[in-house]
């Protein structure tokens, strides 16, 4: 894959992920909103990490960081981690499974056609290991997003008491 064409789909991750989020509800993007952020965030920290250790290379070496993985948890993993949240909070058994499926085709079929493509391969973990990777942060997530529910239900309830 060339840098041209490296650009276009990172773009094209970005904006095609953002745009699906114009038809959810105002008030639900605000609810999971927060923990999704804190979520990204710890997946570019570990994301680092991982690219430190060599688990995965892409293969036109970027000057920036902004042109590997961050396209990719700035678009798909912020939009999917918040359409699951949307579709499955409050039904754990849901939550899991649907993070399970969606960490599984990112980890076996894309992850395969990614590296067909030339844009990125795994190297040092394989197709399991980087389910894993990505699938124990969905527990996170859940935990992330009761703790800001209980937080504001807590709020809420303090306001109903001093009227």
Known sequence: MTVK???????A???VAWMTLLFMEKRQLKRFLPATILIVLFET?????????GWWRFYNKPKS????EYPFY???FLACSIWVLKWTYGNLKWFVSLNALFNFIFAFPIASFAKRLRYYKLERI???QFFFYYFYKAFILYG???????????????????S
């Open 5 to 11: 064409v490296q650009r276009i789909v990172n773009a």
């Open 13 to 15: 991750m970005i904006i």
């Open 45 to 53: 920290i570990n994301g680092m990490y991982g690219k430190k250790l």
């Open 65 to 68: 960081d902004l042109f590997g």
């Open 74 to 76: 700035a678009g798909p």
């Open 126 to 128: 394989n197709h399991v």
């Open 144 to 162: 992330l997003q009761y703790l800001f529910d209980k937080n504001y239900s807590l709020k809420g309830q303090g306001k109903q008491s001093e």
